[in-house]
């Protein structure tokens, strides 16, 4: 299940603060030059309006960006007066959560302790179906039930633009030594409680 970002059409220009300061003082001659460049390569994108915040830059567009628009930006970006190019990072969409859970990883390892966070991700590293995935948050792992000696794990993923990533993953198998894991989508991780209140 994904958890949908603020606002879907944005582009996110990692940046120093002093680059944002000096970008975001001149914000209306930016945003025409950048509709400038975009228009020269006949891209559909035009950029609307941009903002700072901790992360750099965001551009707000009118759909969402290709990579070779998001290229045009940044090499922008980096040669505009006074801007050290350095403290500029490669741009990216704004992405959303996607909640997963992994069925069929034993609790107990092999040597004899339940499995550890660090030993999820050691595992995650390692099976090629995750080769382009991004860890939202830490794995929460539980016993499937009391009895059980079967762990159920729940992962946060940021996906793509488009859902790609996620959709990837659903209902997909691997294996952990001997054992046959499952893939499912789900509802935000249990590990979180929540008031019940209001």
Excluded at 69 to 98: A, C
Excluded at 115 to 120: G, L, Y
Aim: glycine share 4%; with cysteine; net charge positive.
């Amino acid at each position: 299940m994904t958890a949908k970002g603020p606002f879907r059409k944005q582009i996110i220009i990692p940046m120093s603060q002093n680059n944002s300061n000096i970008i975001i003082t001149c914000a209306d001659k930016h945003i025409f030059n950048i509709n400038r460049l975009l228009k020269s390569i006949k891209s559909d994108v035009i950029a609307n309006f941009l903002h700072s915040d901790n992360r750099g830059i965001i551009v707000t567009t009118n759909q969402i960006a290709s990579s070779s628009d998001m290229s045009i930006i940044e090499k922008y970006i980096k040669e505009s007066d006074n801007i050290n190019p350095n403290d500029v990072s490669s741009p990216h969409l704004l992405q959303s959560k996607f909640y997963l859970k992994i069925l069929g990883i034993p609790y107990i390892t092999n040597n004899g302790t339940p499995i550890s966070h660090n030993q999820v991700e050691e595992v995650i590293k390692r099976i090629h179906l995750f080769n382009d995935i991004t860890l939202a948050s830490c794995s929460c792992i539980i016993k499937a039930s009391p009895k059980s000696d079967i762990a159920v794990i729940w992962i946060d993923i940021w996906n793509s633009q488009n859902g790609t990533k996620a959709i990837s993953l659903v209902n997909r198998c691997f294996n952990i030594g001997q054992h046959i894991t499952t893939i499912h989508s789900t509802n935000m991780n249990p590990g979180v409680p929540q008031c019940k209140n209001c």
